[in-house]
């Protein structure tokens, strides 16, 4: 599985961005899709998640501003950021989960995208 993340960028404070990470290859067996992001000097950390069903979940600092979404018929995951503050700069990467059942196992995998800029200023 490829992923190719788009839509970071420079904004003010109080903006929105809208990050896409589009999956090819492999799609059939894809199953949680992911944010995560890492900040200078930080650890890296998830922002939100997605399955095929239930309700997304989101990391608290974030919850009320960011919305994550899927469109399965694109495999293509988003992110939605709101009202935007300087402490969301960093470098966010999505992650797809696959799960592939064989004949003798199942094989799990995270796969991950090269990672986008989002820089909020003050």
């Known amino acids: 599985v490829q992923l190719q993340a788009s839509g970071g960028g420079l904004v003010q404070a109080g903006g929105s961005l809208r990050l896409s990470c589009a999956a090819s290859g492999s799609t059939f067996s894809i199953n949680g899709m992911e944010w995560h992001r890492q900040a200078p000097g930080k650890e890296r950390e998830l922002v939100a998640a997605i399955g095929r069903g239930g309700p997304p979940n989101y990391v608290d600092s974030v919850k009320g501003r960011f919305t994550i979404s899927r469109d399965n018929a694109k495999n293509t995951v988003y992110l939605q950021m709101n009202n935007l503050k300087p402490e969301d700069t960093a470098v966010y990467y999505c992650?797809?989960?696959?799960?592939?059942?064989?004949?003798?196992?199942?094989?799990?995998?995270?796969?991950w995208g090269q990672g986008t800029q989002v820089t909020v200023s003050s």
């Open positions: 992650t797809v989960d696959t799960m592939d059942h064989r004949p003798d196992g199942t094989v799990v995998a995270r796969y």
